[in-house]
Structure formats: structure tokens, C-alpha cells
């Protein structure tokens, strides 16, 4: 009976260790199939943007006019200096689409000089002292005369200098391209105090005639607004591209 009971003990110990050793191996391969989740790749750097035609050129530009100094009146009684900030504020953004890091001499409607003797000088002065900095310089203004039919933008620099001249007749072959007006002009020396204390490419740009009421109403529009800032722009950088050549 002992015997017995032995022998039945021991096959019962034998089916547990076979039980467990089962479970085991099933535990075992359960861990080896289990899914393994791993980290995801990295994202790729973003790619580094190309710099832009007008990279490393500093910009200054001037809106003409400004606060006591209302510039010259259209025909509606528009004030030059407002045409020109909105101008001016257009061409910055033009400019620094391109690359080009800009100064505006001014971003509200407000003279450079406080009251007091030679203002208009001292003004003037505030211009070319924050073109300091600048590589090029473009002062912004709106043209009149007593002929009411003359019409078109009109890019002024100073005699002799062989730089300004490139650089307007850039200018006027940009706007005149892009503008189309009735009468195509060219660029001409002009006697300003802004170009004659610059030693940098400077130019006074008329971007057409107040006294026109046809050409005030499209100076007045936004839209045309940006395409006198977009065809300067351009001929910034068809000037800049010359002289990386």
C-alpha cells in the first residue's frame, strides 16, 4: 500500500513539474512575440531658407514730410506726407520679403525736428543721420505742378555721383515698366539737401503727380500703392544685382 501510494505521489509530482514547465515555456514565448514599440525617428531639420536677393543690404527709407509739413496737396485736398508713410510702409515690406533689413525714417505722421529756428533743415538732417547705417537710401514723395495733365513717377539723384545715377535709372525703368504712364520719363539730376549730404547711392522719388486728379485717385488705392512700392523694389534689387556681379 505504501508502494502504492509512493508510486502515485511521484506522477503526481512529475504532472506538476511537466504543468509548470509548460507554463513556463508558454510565458516565455508570450514575452519573445510581444510587441516591441520603439521611439520614432526623429523629424528632419527644417530646411534652411535660401537668402533672399537683397541679403546683407540695409535700406533706409524716407517718408517725405510728415506732422506740421504736409508736403504738396492733391487736387481733393489729399496731403502728400500721408501718400507717402503709406507708400514708404509698402516698400519696407517689399524690401524685407527680398532679405533686406530696413530703416524707415519715420512710421507715424510726425516731423523729425521739434519747433524752433531752421526746423525744415534740422528735420532733414534727422534723415540723412538715420541713413547712418544704411547701404542705400530711397526718399519717398508725391509729385505736383501747375499743368494739371503731367503725370508718372520720376527718380531724382545728385550730379556726379556715378552710383545714385545707376541706381535711379534702375528705379525709372522698373516704374516706368510696371506703372505704364502716359508719358514715360527718365531719370534727372535734382538739387536736394538729402542727396547732397548722403555719400551712399541716394535718390528722391516722385511716384507721380497730386495735381493729376486721374493719378491722385490711384496713388489714393492701396492695391496701387503696393505696386509703386513692388516696382521700386524691384529695381533695388536689379541695382544690388549689378554690383554683385
Not at 533706409?60 to 514730410?65: Q, T, W
Not at 496737396?73 to 500721408?82: A, I, L, R
Request: proline content about 6%; charged content about 20%; glycine content about 10%.
Amino acid at each position: 500500500m505504501g508502494i502504492k501510494v509512493g508510486i502515485i505521489m511521484g506522477k503526481v509530482r512529475r504532472l506538476m513539474w511537466g504543468l509548470l514547465a509548460v507554463a513556463a515555456v508558454a510565458v516565455g514565448t508570450a514575452f519573445l512575440h510581444k510587441p516591441v514599440t520603439t521611439a520614432p525617428p526623429p523629424a528632419p531639420a527644417a530646411p534652411t531658407p535660401a537668402p533672399g536677393p537683397l541679403d546683407g543690404v540695409t535700406v533706409c527709407v524716407d517718408p517725405g514730410h510728415g506732422g506740421y509739413d504736409g508736403g504738396a496737396y492733391g487736387v481733393s485736398g489729399t496731403p502728400e506726407k500721408d501718400i507717402n508713410l503709406a507708400v514708404a510702409q509698402a516698400l519696407s515690406e517689399a524690401l524685407e520679403r527680398r532679405g533686406a533689413q530696413v530703416i524707415l525714417t519715420r512710421t507715424t505722421d510726425t516731423a523729425l525736428a521739434d519747433a524752433g529756428q531752421e526746423r525744415k533743415r534740422r528735420d532733414l538732417q534727422a534723415r540723412v543721420d538715420a541713413a547712418a547705417d544704411a547701404d542705400i537710401f530711397l526718399s519717398i514723395h508725391m509729385n505736383e505742378y501747375r499743368a494739371a495733365a503731367e503725370s508718372g513717377p520720376q527718380v531724382f539723384y545728385r550730379k556726379g555721383q556715378a552710383d545714385s545715377r545707376l541706381l535711379a535709372g534702375f528705379l525709372q525703368q522698373s516704374m516706368n515698366a510696371a506703372l505704364s504712364p502716359t508719358r514715360p520719363r527718365s531719370a534727372h539730376t535734382g538739387e536736394y539737401y538729402l542727396l547732397e549730404h548722403l555719400a551712399i547711392p541716394a535718390v528722391l522719388v516722385e511716384c507721380g503727380f497730386l495735381s493729376n486728379s486721374a493719378e491722385e485717385q490711384k496713388l489714393l488705392d492701396a492695391d496701387y500703392q503696393r505696386r509703386v512700392a513692388e516696382s521700386i523694389a524691384e529695381g533695388v534689387e536689379e541695382f544690388v544685382d549689378v554690383g554683385n556681379e
